[in-house]
């Protein structure tokens, strides 16, 4: 089995080791995506509609994961393929549904934020993690503990203090009945895509099932960019060369690398946990955006970043009897 497997698949002797393993690959697939903010607002500056930009990220990111499974990244090895007929027909059904979930999330969240101020956007995104706890000790999949309580709080309190900081920022606040469905929709979108991931498909490693995601993603947004009439919007990058860099991370940086690191963080560390420590996003957002845009980080965006990682540290010390997902040496998929 090869490095990638084994990180992914593997139980790991010391559960407190392969805690801290699961929290930081969630934690820097959290910074990663917190790019798309910045990218979002930049692509639609240059003209480019939010399903064109949904897109080409979601095609330069299926690209990159081609060629990261061509380079052996992520891919099982030969001892450990099977056939696609011996894959359990729930599993594909699963995966199904959290590549829908997946896309309307992705779609949903990109037009939240031309209906939406950015900041308000997030705001209403980022219950999904309270959504993904509640379901996920309702259904008795995960337990109730009052670390992770404490560690929910504390991260939904710094992700409001940051968002909250940036909403200062911005101005006047920008909202419609629609950016706010559409915000919500995102929320609930990511919280399927959260749960099913945990152990909805455990025979489809992560770089396998996030080419299928970004692959689908690519073909459902460019048909439906064309049957809106969206079609100049979607040939844009080809009349301006100067928007290749952007697509180019927000594929790569922004899509494939993070997508397939925070579902093997969700099948290391459970899907309550991870969803608590993607809340980190808001935080590397805000840098990144005073990097970039040149915006000052303000006292109130400090403290919250602050309490967030004291979520991820709780998290960390009260490890859990949860189990990452552990598929059989013969449960893995060759598409090759």
């Given at each position: 089995m090869g490095n990638d497997q084994r990180k992914e698949y593997q139980i790991a002797s010391n559960p407190g080791k392969s805690q801290l393993m699961g929290i930081g690959i969630v934690l820097f697939a959290s910074a990663l995506f917190s790019s798309l903010g910045v990218l979002t607002n930049l692509a639609y500056?240059?003209?480019?509609?939010?399903?064109?930009?949904?897109?080409?990220?979601?095609?330069?990111?299926?690209?990159?994961?081609?060629?990261?499974?061509?380079?052996?990244v992520g891919r099982p090895s030969r001892a450990q393929r099977i056939s696609l007929s011996q894959i359990p027909g729930w599993q594909w059904r699963n995966l199904t549904i959290a590549a829908v979930a997946f896309m309307s999330y992705s779609l949903a969240i990109f037009y939240a934020f031309v209906h939406l101020t950015v900041s308000l956007a997030l705001l209403l995104f980022y219950i999904y993690p309270a959504l993904v706890?509640?379901?996920?000790?309702?259904?008795?999949?995960?337990?109730?503990?009052?670390?992770?309580?404490?560690?929910?709080?504390?991260?939904?309190?710094?992700?409001?203090?940051?968002?909250s900081g940036q909403m200062s920022q911005e101005g006047a606040v920008?909202?419609?009945?629609?950016?706010?469905?559409?915000?919500?929709?995102?929320a609930i979108g990511m919280s399927i895509y959260f749960l099913v991931g945990r152990?909805?498909?455990?025979?489809?490693?992560?770089?396998?099932a996030t080419t299928i995601f970004l692959t689908a993603?690519?073909?459902?947004?460019?048909?439906?960019?064309i049957a809106i009439g969206e079609s100049a919007s979607l040939?844009?990058?080809?009349?301006?060369?100067?928007?290749?860099?952007?697509?180019?991370?927000?594929?790569?940086?922004?899509?494939?690398?993070?997508?397939?690191?925070?579902?093997?963080?969700?099948r290391m560390i459970g899907a309550s946990r991870a969803s608590i420590l993607a809340i980190f996003e808001?935080?590397?957002?805000?840098?990144?955006?005073?990097v970039i845009l040149g915006q000052m980080l303000s006292l109130i965006q400090i403290v919250a970043g602050a309490l967030i990682l004291g979520a991820a540290v709780i998290l960390q010390r009260s490890p859990e009897t949860i189990e990452p997902v552990t598929p059989s040496p013969r449960s893995n998929i060759d598409i090759a």
């Open positions: 500056e240059a003209g480019m509609s939010p399903v064109a930009f949904a897109t080409w990220r979601e095609t330069i990111g299926a690209l990159a994961m081609v060629v990261l499974l061509l380079f052996g706890t509640l379901i996920s000790i309702a259904t008795k999949r995960e337990p109730f503990t009052m670390p992770k309580l404490i560690a929910l709080l504390l991260a939904l309190g710094g992700s409001t203090m940051a968002i920008r909202f419609d009945t629609i950016g706010i469905l559409l915000a919500l929709g995102a152990g909805g498909y455990p025979s489809i490693p992560s770089s396998y993603g690519a073909v459902a947004f460019a048909l439906i960019g040939l844009q990058p080809f009349q301006a060369a100067s928007i290749w860099p952007m697509l180019l991370f927000a594929g790569i940086g922004g899509a494939a690398i993070p997508t397939m690191m925070l579902l093997t963080g969700i808001p935080i590397s957002g805000s840098v990144l955006a005073a």
